[in-house]
């Protein structure tokens, strides 16, 4: 580790966890096992790499103006926190080089798997289930109420003591050669904290042929895909376009997974996206552009088929509705007459 206290102070100025990982896989990774795993890691202030043209956050101002306004601000936000972490690393002499310092925030923001560490809870039921069974024994041979309680209930408190507060906990980490597998929104990601040993185990969430590649779903839509990935994936599952009005439009045509939206709102976002990119996005960030709005257009096209689905089912009902009408018109007329 870093000296402590320069450490630690970084930290506590810093409450989000992906800089603080940062941070932390900065000061390990000369002098710990972490430091084979951070040499593996792209640069991202390269001007001259890929990656520094796919990642919206390290695009100038004008290159992002082209992005949807929620994109413009993530991104904005993004690169406005990472400059002022880097300039706090730099300070507190954190890193060699800002090559390093952005390296590390960019694995930092790509890397990591955020997973619910149910080690605690299981671990207090289990021991209630253990002291369950210790009162019941002590009961039945015969020791005295009072004696039984006191036992469970300082068993108890014991293990509070030393366990600390049984809670859910989000556990955000990095996951070495697991974080290299590359993204299919198809395929469900299996990683679980194996209570027994403690131990992080990840298995396949799918059936794989010998020779095939392995992948797991990121489970995030194109936007966070882009954001922090470089890339953006063909027919995802999980992509959402986010509307005028700030209500997310899924897959399929359904608006935030309830309504179907209303034909002026989706107009209203192709008018959005219609606006071709400018001259100063080029090469690899116009590729990911031009690919992002294809998928936003698959939305919003989706959309448009659900809402003439709909139009012509009602029209159809309107149809019928109107024959049954001039039917029982022609019933009533016949057996006037017949009278």
């Given at each position: 580790r870093?000296?402590?206290?320069?450490?630690?102070?970084l930290?506590n100025?810093w409450?989000?966890?992906?800089?603080?990982l940062?941070?932390i896989?900065l000061?390990?990774?000369?002098d710990?096992?972490?430091?084979p795993?951070?040499?593996?890691?792209?640069?991202?202030?390269d001007v001259?790499?890929e990656?520094?043209?796919?990642?919206?956050y390290?695009w100038?101002?004008?290159e992002?103006?082209?992005?949807?306004?929620?994109?413009?601000h993530?991104?904005?936000?993004l690169a406005?926190k990472?400059?002022?972490a880097v300039a706090?690393?730099k300070?507190?002499?954190?890193?060699?080089s800002d090559?390093e310092r952005w390296?590390?925030?960019?694995a930092?923001?790509?890397?990591?798997?955020e997973?619910?560490d149910?080690?605690?809870v299981?671990?207090a039921?289990?021991?209630l289930?253990f002291?369950?069974?210790?009162?019941n024994?002590a009961?039945?041979?015969?020791?005295?109420?009072?004696f039984t309680i006191a036992?469970?209930?300082?068993?108890?408190?014991?293990?509070?003591?030393?366990r600390?507060?049984a809670?859910?906990?989000?556990v955000?980490a990095f996951?070495?050669?697991v974080?290299?597998?590359?993204?299919?929104?198809?395929?469900?990601?299996?990683?679980?904290r194996n209570?027994w040993?403690g131990?992080?185990q990840?298995?396949?969430?799918?059936?794989?042929?010998?020779?095939?590649?392995?992948v797991?779903?990121y489970?995030?839509?194109?936007?966070?895909l882009?954001?922090r990935f470089g890339?953006?994936?063909?027919?995802?599952?999980?992509?959402?376009?986010?509307?005028?009005?700030?209500?997310?439009?899924?897959?399929g045509?359904?608006l935030d997974g309830?309504?179907e939206?209303?034909?002026g709102?989706?107009e209203?976002a192709?008018?959005?996206l219609c606006?071709p990119?400018?001259?100063?996005?080029?090469?690899?960030?116009?590729?990911?552009?031009?690919?992002?709005?294809?998928e936003k257009?698959?939305i919003?096209?989706e959309?448009?088929?659900?809402?003439?689905?709909?139009e012509?089912?009602?029209?159809s009902?309107?149809?019928e509705?109107?024959q049954?009408?001039l039917?029982?018109?022609?019933?009533i007329k016949?057996?006037?007459?017949a009278?």
């Amino acid at each position: 580790r870093h000296p402590s206290s320069t450490l630690d102070s970084l930290l506590n100025a810093w409450p989000q966890q992906e800089i603080q990982l940062a941070m932390i896989l900065l000061a390990q990774k000369s002098d710990s096992t972490w430091a084979p795993y951070f040499a593996t890691l792209p640069c991202a202030s390269d001007v001259s790499s890929e990656l520094h043209h796919t990642l919206p956050y390290l695009w100038s101002k004008e290159e992002r103006s082209n992005l949807s306004p929620e994109l413009q601000h993530a991104s904005g936000e993004l690169a406005h926190k990472c400059k002022a972490a880097v300039a706090d690393m730099k300070l507190a002499a954190l890193g060699s080089s800002d090559e390093e310092r952005w390296t590390a925030l960019n694995a930092a923001y790509s890397r990591p798997f955020e997973k619910t560490d149910f080690g605690d809870v299981l671990g207090a039921f289990l021991f209630l289930c253990f002291v369950f069974v210790l009162y019941n024994v002590a009961f039945f041979a015969g020791l005295p109420p009072r004696f039984t309680i006191a036992f469970s209930l300082t068993s108890l408190l014991v293990y509070i003591c030393v366990r600390g507060e049984a809670t859910l906990k989000t556990v955000s980490a990095f996951f070495p050669v697991v974080d290299i597998i590359n993204h299919a929104s198809a395929v469900p990601l299996r990683l679980e904290r194996n209570f027994w040993t403690g131990s992080w185990q990840y298995r396949a969430g799918s059936n794989f042929e010998k020779g095939e590649e392995i992948v797991h779903s990121y489970k995030k839509d194109n936007d966070d895909l882009m954001l922090r990935f470089g890339f953006v994936e063909e027919d995802n599952a999980d992509d959402v376009l986010v509307l005028p009005d700030a209500r997310r439009l899924l897959r399929g045509g359904s608006l935030d997974g309830a309504v179907e939206a209303p034909p002026g709102l989706i107009e209203a976002a192709r008018q959005q996206l219609c606006k071709p990119p400018s001259d100063a996005v080029k090469g690899p960030a116009r590729s990911l552009l031009i690919a992002w709005r294809r998928e936003k257009f698959r939305i919003l096209d989706e959309a448009r088929a659900c809402v003439n689905r709909r139009e012509k089912k009602t029209t159809s009902v309107v149809h019928e509705q109107r024959q049954l009408q001039l039917s029982l018109q022609f019933y009533i007329k016949v057996m006037l007459k017949a009278q």
